[in-house]
């Protein structure tokens, strides 16, 4: 577990974006 993998990155970086489309939406 030294090394987070493609997959649980992708999700991590999908789910930021997507808040961050949220929140620019919302303002």
Do not use: C, Y
């Not at 997959?7 to 930021?16: T, W």
Request: aromatic fraction near 4%.
């Amino acid at each position: 577990m030294g090394k987070p993998h493609p997959m649980e990155l992708r999700e991590r970086v999908v789910a930021f974006v997507e808040e961050g489309n949220t929140h620019r939406s919302a303002a």
